[in-house]
């Protein structure tokens, strides 16, 4: 079998399928589009975009592929030149191309690596948003490292977890940071200030630890559009403009970025009704939640919501939207496009990747 046949292969996937099983296979194959098809016959392409509509319309995952599958979608047909499929692909951000015949039978696959060199990358959308940074905890996950130096500054690779986050986050414009600091605060602001780095910095200083929210009262004059606001020890691998357009057109004033996780029971599972009756019997069923990543975005006027000097958490400041009636939306990811390197396990397997 040739590499592009095998490419091909890893991204295929029957129609009768379900969203997770797709999900799992993105994450696998680290793609974000699959191929789907009924039996040797290609249906259509399935995206991660048509995955979190589905999951934000609350369908289950549990359901077949064929139910989420969009009418249209762009494919390419064995007459276009290569030129145009290269146009479109570029135009589109197209991770790959199926080009089909006359009989919309699949032919061939344009991978994106394959066409394009390292420095054709995706043009990202320009959010210009500011992004708010906590940075001020303790990395107690993380000791006895964190006893030396900040969390943020932990290195991964040639730069920080601090800059690996930023860097992010400058792909899509957005290159102005506030940095919440406490804990070795002097320790991060003389490691910026011996490095070139194309972010402008703001540092908010807590006097004294407020939770995962307090310190944001500090902004309330500084910052007066949307902005983001992301833990510094977790890395989230999307499409940031996807995220802000779903919290825009939903009109939300704070959205969580979800990940979903997975966890697999390794026993047969029993339901029971009346009487002990058995109902259902599940054999190694598999349980899937939306974990909170840790990553938000905020409406500027919510800063004047957060107490002053008042100890207070991001969950505390969602509960007082939701029970004054405001709008908290729900941004899902795969499990794989979040990762926790606040703790030795998670970040010791991505240094390893």
Not at 112 to 122: L, M, P, R, S, V
Not at 127 to 147: D, E, F, Q, S, Y
Not at 157 to 171: L, N, P, S, V
């Amino acid at each position: 079998m040739s590499k592009k046949a095998q490419k091909i292969e890893a991204i295929s996937i029957q129609h009768n399928a379900s969203v997770l099983d797709a999900l799992k296979q993105m994450d696998q194959t680290y793609k974000r589009l699959l191929l789907v098809f009924n039996e040797k016959r290609f249906i259509n392409v399935l995206s991660i975009g048509d995955i979190q509509r589905a999951i934000i319309r609350n369908q289950p995952l549990e359901i077949p592929l064929n139910e989420i599958l969009r009418k249209e979608t762009r494919v390419a047909y064995h007459n276009d030149t290569f030129e145009y499929i290269k146009t479109q692909m570029l135009k589109y951000k197209a991770e790959c191309m199926p080009v089909l015949n006359d009989n919309n039978q699949l032919v061939d696959v344009h991978f994106w690596e394959d066409i394009f060199t390292k420095q054709e990358t995706f043009v990202k959308t320009k959010l210009n948003l500011p992004v708010v940074i906590m940075a001020g905890g303790k990395g107690t996950r993380m000791k006895p490292l964190t006893n030396v130096i900040p969390k943020p500054l932990i290195p991964l690779g040639e730069k920080t977890i601090i800059e690996e986050i930023m860097d992010r986050f400058i792909q899509y414009n957005c290159n102005s940071f506030f940095l919440s600091i406490n804990y070795k605060a002097d320790t991060i602001k003389h490691y910026f200030s011996q490095v070139e780095y194309p972010y402008n910095i703001h540092y908010f200083q807590e006097d004294k630890p407020l939770g995962t929210a307090g310190s944001l009262h500090l902004l309330n004059k500084q910052i007066a559009t949307p902005f983001f606001v992301t833990n510094c020890d977790i890395i989230i691998e999307e499409d940031y403009a996807e995220i802000y357009n779903y919290h825009q057109t939903s009109k939300n004033e704070l959205t969580i970025i979800a990940a979903l996780k997975h966890y697999p029971i390794p026993y047969g599972t029993i339901e029971t009704g009346a009487n002990g009756a058995l109902e259902k019997l599940s054999e190694k069923p598999e349980l899937t939640f939306k974990i909170n990543s840790g990553m938000y975005i905020l409406e500027p006027h919510l800063l004047k919501e957060i107490p002053e000097n008042i100890f207070f958490h991001i969950t505390d400041l969602i509960e007082k939207i939701k029970n004054r009636g405001g709008k908290v939306g729900v941004f899902p990811v795969s499990q794989n496009s979040w990762k926790d390197i606040g703790n030795w396990e998670e970040y010791i397997k991505h240094i390893r990747e």
